[in-house]
């Protein structure tokens, strides 16, 4: 059974770096599209970055592009944030989506799955 694993998480002052990873057991994620999705305390979860199985098509909600960037390689999906503002603290989730692109490009959390645990990501001075 697929189980998806995140790491990388932590506290980091605004305008600091973090790298998360996306990894896998149980399975592969070659035959799966990987979204990178959030949660803030008493918010909806909502998307951030998917990026295709070639890894040669991605895509970015508004309030992440420029700033973050997303890769995948091997078995693991990265997600390089950059410019961390405050309003990015959150818990940070990969899933994966097994049917077409043009359905995973839309980052509807309903259309993923299996999801990861979540690995927090805190950007506080």
């Known amino acids: 059974q697929l189980q998806l694993v995140e790491s990388g998480g932590g506290l980091v002052q605004p305008g600091g770096s973090l790298r998360l990873s996306c990894g896998v057991s149980g399975g592969t994620l070659d035959h799966y599209a990987i979204g990178w999705f959030r949660q803030a305390p008493g918010k909806e979860r909502e998307g951030v970055s998917c990026?295709?199985?070639?890894?040669?098509t991605t895509n970015y909600a508004d309030y992440v592009e420029g700033r973050f960037t997303i890769s995948r390689a091997k078995n693991t999906v990265y997600l390089q944030m950059n410019s961390l503002k405050p309003e990015d603290t959150a818990v940070y989730y990969c899933?994966?989506?097994?049917?077409?692109?043009?359905?995973?490009?839309?980052?509807?959390?309903?259309?993923?799955?299996?999801w990861g645990q979540g690995t927090q990501v805190i950007v506080s001075s």
């Open positions: 990026i295709s199985l070639s890894g040669r």
């Open positions: 899933a994966a989506h097994g049917g077409p692109w043009g359905s995973a490009w839309y980052m509807d959390p309903s259309d993923f799955d299996p």
